[in-house]
């Protein structure tokens, strides 16, 4: 028997497994929040690829339960069975509003709801019956003929599957007064389903934009390469497998915004985007990322009277925080400046492949003297020994380490990716602005610009002081964690009177 908790967090593949921005925010809030109760959910791929446990629940944690969408299934042996025809229009509805590319009908939400509100489809059928068989057969010769047959169908089971998990988990969830998720997609779709069930409030947080992130990683996956052939006979053929996912995570994250209470940002563009991609501007708000200033402050006292020579990339290594820009930046850096290190911190064993091609690149490069991959540390061992902070991302949220960094007296180099701009250069009112630079903001995948911008802070004492104090001045007025928790309390307060 699982406790009733205030606040169901839904983590998908993050807390409390995968350490990084949003764990470290599932954290900080449940933490900074004692007068609430929590339950986690937790949503991964498959059990083998998450070994052990980063955080330790704070005692306000009541109960932890965990599934795993892609594990093999556990299902009845495959029989001969069929589907009522009323059901399968229900399904076909569901998919040609999946595979639409025009926008969202004014029933949209309802119909995607409705194929998984009744209790008369099983996985089961979905998976043997002869009307499943039919459907998908007759959808792939409509639209991709060219393609294989096995590999369309596997993605359609692929991209299915996981919903009626989902729909058989949701529909036990009911200890809990709001569901919270910090992203749409898989946790949104439950936590859409949660709120449907049994009438709970349901906020969601968005750090980085979903929708566009899964586009970025699907553009990028290679598995879809082989499907480039020489002749087809439309271009967009070659991307059909490509664009059904997409299409599936963009009306999942339209269902999502439709079905929460409150849709919340860390910043200002992000929000935007939020709009773009179909939440109503009425529910949405911006709450930014807040730290502990005093703690992180006390920090500086242990750093030598010098500027440390210590370029810090805090981070996973993957490729979304693009690792090998950052090595090829420190080879320019290290030409002209032989004494900076590079330190990598953060967990190396989530893409094993892009993390070997790192340190393959270190090597081919002469630069294992320089360019250290130190895996997981305490901010408060490395933060001392750092000279300047940087992220080298494609796709950011609200850095947490950028905030921290400051707080710390730590200036930042970033891409111009998320909130960097706005948290590096000010950008909230004319008071932020007014503050001045906390460091650089360089394009995208540019290794040259990323150098130029470390070595002139690195060699110039005066600029790196300014910047350090600019950095301190924006957290300790704007981001202070005492507000960002305040601001969350208030929103909790706020959708339980609307329970109420």
């Not at 933490?31 to 959910?41: A, D, H, M, T, W």
């Not at 359609?156 to 989902?166: A, D, E, F, G, T």
């Not at 994250?253 to 910043?267: D, M, P, Q, R």
């Not at 773009?276 to 502990?292: M, R, T």
């Amino acid at each position: 028997m699982r406790d009733s908790v205030d606040i169901l967090m839904v983590a998908e593949g993050t807390y409390p497994y995968v350490r990084g921005g949003v764990s470290s925010w599932i954290h900080q809030l449940i933490s900074g929040l004692p007068e609430f109760s929590f339950g986690i959910l937790f949503l991964g791929s498959k059990k083998e690829d998450y070994k052990e446990k980063k955080y330790e629940f704070p005692k306000n944690v009541l109960f932890f339960e965990e599934y795993f969408l892609f594990d093999p299934l556990k299902v009845k042996e495959p029989k001969k069975r069929r589907i009522k025809k009323k059901y399968v229009e229900k399904l076909e509805r569901f998919y040609f509003e999946i595979a639409r590319k025009n926008g969202f009908s004014s029933d949209s939400v309802d119909i995607l709801y409705e194929a998984f509100l009744n209790r008369e489809i099983t996985i089961e059928d979905f998976l043997y019956a002869k009307e499943s068989w039919d459907f998908i057969r007759k959808r792939y010769e409509e639209n991709c003929p060219e393609l294989s047959f096995l590999d369309y169908f596997w993605s359609v089971r692929s991209i299915h599957r996981p919903l009626w998990l989902l729909w058989r988990v949701a529909s036990k969830m009911n200890m809990c007064k709001i569901v919270h998720s910090p992203s749409t997609g898989y946790a949104g779709f439950i936590s859409s389903l949660i709120s449907k069930f049994y009438n709970i409030p349901f906020v969601l947080t968005e750090h980085g934009i979903y929708i566009r992130e899964r586009k970025m990683d699907l553009y990028s996956a290679p598995i879809f390469d082989k499907y480039k052939y020489v002749l087809q006979k439309d271009v967009q053929d070659a991307d059909y497998l490509k664009e059904m996912w997409i299409r599936f995570f963009e009306k999942i994250g339209v269902l999502t915004y439709a079905s929460a209470k409150e849709i919340l940002s860390l910043f200002q563009g992000a929000k935007e985007l939020q709009i773009k991609f179909g939440a109503d501007e009425k529910k949405c708000k911006v709450i930014p990322n807040g730290v502990n200033i005093k703690h992180l402050n006390s920090l500086m006292k242990k750093r030598e009277g010098r500027i440390p020579k210590v370029i810090t990339l805090l981070g996973r290594v993957v490729s979304i925080k693009d690792i090998k820009t950052f090595i090829r930046a420190m080879k320019i850096v290290v030409d002209r400046m032989p004494e900076v290190e590079g330190w990598v911190v953060g967990p190396t064993d989530e893409d094993e492949n892009y993390a070997n091609e790192c340190f393959m690149m270190v090597e081919s490069m002469n630069l294992k003297n320089n360019l250290k991959f130190l895996g997981f540390q305490k901010v408060d061992d490395i933060f001392p020994k750092t000279g300047l902070l940087t992220l080298t991302s494609v796709s950011e949220g609200m850095p947490l380490v950028i905030l921290e960094g400051f707080a710390a007296g730590i200036p930042c180099v970033a891409t111009d990716v998320g909130s960097c701009r706005d948290l590096i250069y000010g950008a909230l009112n004319k008071e932020d602005i007014e503050i001045g630079k906390a460091g650089e903001v360089v394009s995208v995948a540019n290794p040259e610009k990323l150098a130029n911008a470390y070595i002139k802070i690195l060699s110039d004492e005066a600029l790196w002081k300014r910047y350090s104090r600019s950095g301190l001045k924006r957290v300790e007025t704007f981001y202070r964690q005492e507000q960002f928790l305040e601001n969350y309390k208030r929103v909790y307060e706020e959708v339980l009177k609307w329970r109420e």
